[in-house]
């Protein structure tokens, strides 16, 4: 009947919006997943980057403690290096009467400091007088001379800190760095330095003042940063063998402190 057909009609409609609807909600879950899904996969790719970053923090930390390890460990070796050559200087000393002992004011290597990275070429220049005795003049140099060669006590560089009138040195030289403009040293010797150092230049390569100069009788004393030295008799010294002397360990230990510090 009509009646029937309508009511079929209107079921079928009511189908069809149910079916639609259902598409819908349908879509919109499918969305809502891929969005979850991609939402899971930033964040797995997030806690995988953290990771790799955490990772690579612990092989900084890692790398960090190997560091201070082999620096505390060179600090320790060099400081009982430093303890050696101070007790062999002490041990000289301590041989002296206590009058003579009296006339040193010190070892010049604890009265100056030399500019970083410049330890070598001081050390070069100043040889043997770096664990030089430091008195306060000329005649108290004398008399302990004197007596290390009568009673037999040792052999020892002196420099008296008043040697009584400066001579005056070649004059300007137009090469390189006074090697004195890198040495810091205490008050009471000061003029010594200025002393030990007059006429010494620092320049990059001995080569320059040979070229300039010449070998025979160079105005000055020229030195490298690594150790060569061009002396005004014309005879050069350079190479490799001299271990570091007491202005290089503690240049060193000045380095590998601030790195444990």
């Given at each position: 009947?009509?009646?029937?057909?309508?009511?079929?009609?209107?079921?079928?409609?009511?189908?069809?919006?149910?079916?639609?609807?259902?598409e819908?909600?349908?879509?919109?879950?499918?969305?809502?997943?891929?969005?979850?899904?991609?939402?899971?996969?930033?964040?797995?790719?997030?806690?995988?980057?953290?990771?790799?970053?955490?990772?690579?923090?612990?092989?900084?930390?890692?790398?960090?403690?190997?560091?201070?390890?082999?620096?505390?460990?060179?600090?320790?070796?060099?400081?009982?290096?430093?303890?050696?050559?101070?007790?062999?200087?002490?041990?000289?000393?301590?041989?002296?009467?206590?009058?003579?002992?009296?006339?040193?004011?010190?070892?010049?290597?604890?009265?100056?400091r030399?500019?970083?990275?410049?330890?070598?070429?001081?050390?070069?220049?100043?040889?043997?007088?770096?664990?030089?005795?430091?008195?306060?003049?000329?005649?108290?140099?004398?008399?302990?001379?004197?007596?290390?060669?009568?009673?037999?006590?040792?052999?020892?560089?002196?420099?008296p800190?008043?040697?009584?009138?400066?001579?005056?040195?070649?004059?300007?030289?137009?090469?390189?760095?006074?090697?004195a403009?890198?040495?810091?040293?205490?008050?009471?010797?000061?003029?010594?330095i200025?002393?030990?150092?007059?006429?010494?230049?620092?320049?990059?390569?001995?080569?320059?003042?040979?070229?300039?100069?010449?070998?025979?009788?160079?105005?000055?004393?020229?030195?490298t940063?690594?150790?060569?030295?061009?002396?005004?008799?014309?005879?050069?010294?350079?190479?490799?063998?001299?271990?570091?002397?007491?202005?290089?360990?503690?240049?060193?230990?000045?380095?590998?402190?601030?790195?444990?510090?």
């Open positions: 009947t009509e009646e029937g057909l309508e009511e079929t009609s209107v079921a079928v409609e009511s189908l069809r919006s149910d079916e639609i609807g259902l819908g909600r349908l879509r919109l879950g499918l969305a809502e997943q891929d969005e979850f899904g991609r939402q899971l996969a930033e964040q797995l790719r997030g806690h995988e980057r953290e990771r790799e970053r955490l990772r690579q923090l612990v092989q900084e930390l890692e790398r960090a403690r190997e560091r201070l390890q082999h620096a505390s460990a060179q600090l320790e070796s060099v400081r009982a290096i430093e303890k050696r050559e101070v007790q062999a200087a002490a041990g000289l000393l301590e041989r002296l009467p206590e009058g003579e002992r009296g006339r040193v004011r010190g070892l010049l290597t604890t009265a100056i030399a500019a970083d990275g410049l330890e070598t070429a001081i050390e070069a220049v100043l040889a043997n007088r770096l664990d030089g005795l430091l008195v306060e003049s000329a005649d108290s140099a004398l008399e302990l001379l004197r007596h290390l060669r009568e009673q037999g006590v040792g052999r020892a560089t002196v420099l800190l008043r040697a009584g009138p400066e001579g005056s040195g070649s004059g300007f030289v137009p090469m390189g760095r006074p090697l403009d890198f040495v810091t040293a205490e008050p009471a010797s000061a003029a010594l200025a002393r030990l150092l007059r006429d010494v230049y620092l320049v990059d390569d001995l080569s320059l003042p040979i070229e300039r100069f010449g070998a025979a009788s160079p105005p000055a004393l020229f030195v940063r690594a150790g060569e030295v061009l002396d005004r008799s014309g005879a050069l010294t350079g190479g490799l063998g001299a271990p570091p002397g007491a202005l290089s360990r503690a240049g060193e230990i000045r380095r590998l402190e601030g790195e444990l510090a």
